[in-house]
């Protein structure tokens, strides 16, 4: 038998597409897509949406070019030219470097990492519904930017002002916040999920500013936190001045270029155990990665985790990188980004076959592959997902998987 893809898919339509729809099912041949396709069609009325989402199924049950593909051709940087990505190459070499005369001034003024560490307590600091949980996000922030601190702990009307100007339409950004928002509850609930299974160590790799260490700890939960040694040095004096350590359990700070050390090594100086489960996360690392660096980090986890390890990590779409489609957002954050000495160096094909793919080259198995249209229906209920302007940037995806 085929292995198994979990195809993760919602709409809002009458309440039997939605209750078909909402599910999370598992499909192990294409002719078994195929078949929900049809149902799917049968369970509603026609409508550009549901015929968007069917051609993504068709495009998943499209199997036999992905069953030999290679790492190259599931992540890369995207840059080659076709006729079907020529109008966005020529706009991001033209037209979209004009963006740059009215970006400079917003996109420097914070850098990512403090910019991120702001969106993600935006949320919770105006109280608007279904906000992350990440309670600790505002000690950071008010300890290492307090002028911003005491505009947010304020509500100041300049914070608003400064958030429309970010997710202005088409200059902008649109749904960056939220997308931060999501993606921290995502990997919050995989925290927990984990731990509630019985796995006992998380790695964080590239932790930065991440609490979960702190928040979510329970007895006999060990986390580690892996980091660049400035960073990692710069977090621990932050924690040591911010959490009390009676209240708040330590990870293990791990200093580490990986690029440089090997995950295995890394962690050979720890108390870490090779031979136990162990939930794997990188939280908006992947991307910021040249194909080969991904390359070896998935190799590195794979051979650092006991079969029934799980790894959880977002990532940039594809068809987006390579210009297949068009996101105004995505072009202003690809400048906002280099404005900052940075830089995004690839996207992975973000059709759930093609990521079970990929993940299976380094031994996991049982993806699951979330986009921002589940997102926004399992983190905000409260809204209707719209996708002009997207309430989530909907150029990131999310999956998680197991070592098998």
């Keep these: 038998m085929a292995p198994a893809v979990t195809v993760d898919v919602t709409l809002n339509q009458s309440s039997s597409y939605r209750a078909l729809k909402a599910e999370t099912f598992r499909l192990t041949t294409p002719a078994q897509i195929d078949r929900h396709v049809d149902r799917a069609a049968a369970a509603a009325p026609a409508g550009a949406e549901e015929q968007q989402e069917a051609a993504v199924l068709q495009a998943a049950s ?74 600790l996000a505002a000690k950071f922030r008010n300890a290492i930017m307090p002028a ?39 990997f919050d609930e995989g925290v927990t999920a984990a731990m509630d299974d019985g796995i006992t160590q998380v790695v964080i790799i590239a932790a930065g500013y991440d609490t979960r260490a702190y928040r ?3 007895p006999g939960v060990k986390f580690y936190e892996i980091d660049l040694p400035h960073a990692s040095k710069n977090k621990q004096e932050l924690v040591r001045s911010l959490l009390p350590a009676d209240k ?22 720890t108390s870490f155990d090779p031979t136990k489960t162990t939930l794997f996360t990188a939280e908006g690392l992947v991307y910021y990665l040249p194909p080969a660096a991904v390359q070896q980090l998935l190799t590195c986890v794979s051979s650092s985790s006991a079969p029934g390890s799980r790894l959880m990590f977002d990532f940039l779409n594809l068809t987006t990188v390579r210009g297949d489609v068009w996101h105004p957002g995505f072009e202003t954050l690809q400048i906002s980004v280099y404005n900052k000495g940075e830089r995004m160096y690839n996207g992975i094909d973000e059709r759930p076959q093609a990521v079970r793919r990929l993940l299976s080259l380094f031994g996991f198995g049982g993806c699951c592959v979330s986009g921002a249209q589940s997102m926004v229906k399992r983190y905000m209920p409260h809204e209707q997902y719209c996708s002009r302007p997207p309430t989530v940037s909907p150029y990131f995806s999310y999956v998680s998987a197991v070592k098998e």
């Design 148 to 186: 911003r601190g005491r505009l947010h702990d304020q509500r100041s009307r300049l914070i608003k002002i400064n958030r429309d100007a970010i997710e202005f339409p088409f200059l902008g950004i649109p749904g960056i916040v939220r997308f931060i928002d999501v993606r921290t509850q995502w």
């Design 248 to 269: 708040y359990p330590r990870p293990e700070f791990v200093a580490a270029d990986l690029s440089k050390v090997k995950l295995a090594d890394a962690l050979a100086a």
């Design 62 to 135: 499209s199997s036999s070019s992905l069953q030999d593909a290679g790492f190259d051709q599931l992540c890369n940087d995207g840059a080659a030219w076709t006729w079907s990505n020529f109008v966005v190459k020529l706009y991001r070499n033209t037209l979209g470097l004009l963006k740059q005369l009215y970006l400079i001034s917003m996109t420097l003024s914070l850098r990512t990492n403090h910019l991120m560490l702001t969106f993600r307590t935006m949320t919770r600091d105006f109280d608007e519904p279904n906000c992350n949980g990440d309670f």
């Design 216 to 218: 979510l700890s329970r």
